[in-house]
C-alpha cells in the first residue's frame, strides 16, 4: 500500500504528540486513535497503519530479550539489566528467557542489536574456520 507524503506527515506528527519523555504514552495512543477514527479525514487509514508502524519499530527498539543455558540469579538478572538500562536507556522491556541449546554464556538481542557471547555460538565459528 502506497501512502502519501502527507499521511507520513501526519502520522509522524501524531506519533511525536503521543510521546512522553521520549517514550510513547500508550494512553496518549489509544486517545489519538480514537479521535482520529471518529473525526475519520481524508487517508485516516493510511494515516493509522504508518502510525502502527511508528509505534511498533519504537516498541522493538526498547525490548531486551536475554537468553542464557541456565537459569539467572536474581542478582544477575538485576545487573544484566540494569547494563542494558544503561546502554540503550530508561523504558527498555527486558525479558529474560532459559535457552539450553546455549550451553553457557549469554546471547543479548536489545533492539536491533545481537551479542551473543554463547558458546554454541563460538563452537559454530571454531567449526567453520576448519
Same mark, same amino acid.
Given at each position: 500500500m502506497k501512502i502519501s507524503k502527507q499521511a507520513q506527515r501526519e502520522a509522524r506528527q501524531l506519533y511525536q504528540c503521543c510521546r512522553?519523555?521520549?517514550l510513547p504514552d500508550e494512553n496518549r495512543i489509544r486517545q489519538a486513535v #480514537?479521535? !482520529?477514527?471518529?473525526? %475519520?479525514?481524508? =487517508? +485516516?487509514?493510511k494515516i493509522?497503519?504508518?502510525l502502527e508502524r511508528l509505534v511498533k519499530l519504537d516498541m522493538e527498539q526498547h525490548s531486551a530479550s536475554v537468553e542464557s543455558a541456565a537459569p539467572l540469579s536474581p542478582?544477575?538478572?538485576a545487573d544484566v539489566a540494569g547494563r542494558i538500562t544503561k546502554a540503550y536507556g530508561p523504558g527498555m522491556a527486558i525479558?529474560? @528467557?532459559q535457552n539450553p541449546s546455549l550451553i =553457557?554464556? !549469554?546471547?543479548?538481542? #536489545? =533492539?536491533s542489536d545481537l +551479542?551473543?557471547?554463547?558458546? @554454541?555460538? @563460538? !563452537?559454530? %565459528? !571454531?567449526?567453520?574456520?576448519f
Amino acid at each position: 500500500m502506497k501512502i502519501s507524503k502527507q499521511a507520513q506527515r501526519e502520522a509522524r506528527q501524531l506519533y511525536q504528540c503521543c510521546r512522553v519523555n521520549d517514550l510513547p504514552d500508550e494512553n496518549r495512543i489509544r486517545q489519538a486513535v #480514537a479521535r !482520529l477514527i471518529s473525526r %475519520k479525514p481524508r =487517508g +485516516y487509514v493510511k494515516i493509522l497503519s504508518r502510525l502502527e508502524r511508528l509505534v511498533k519499530l519504537d516498541m522493538e527498539q526498547h525490548s531486551a530479550s536475554v537468553e542464557s543455558a541456565a537459569p539467572l540469579s536474581p542478582d544477575l538478572q538485576a545487573d544484566v539489566a540494569g547494563r542494558i538500562t544503561k546502554a540503550y536507556g530508561p523504558g527498555m522491556a527486558i525479558s529474560f @528467557r532459559q535457552n539450553p541449546s546455549l550451553i =553457557g554464556g !549469554l546471547r543479548i538481542q #536489545a =533492539g536491533s542489536d545481537l +551479542y551473543d557471547g554463547s558458546v @554454541r555460538t @563460538r !563452537l559454530e %565459528k !571454531l567449526e567453520q574456520s576448519f
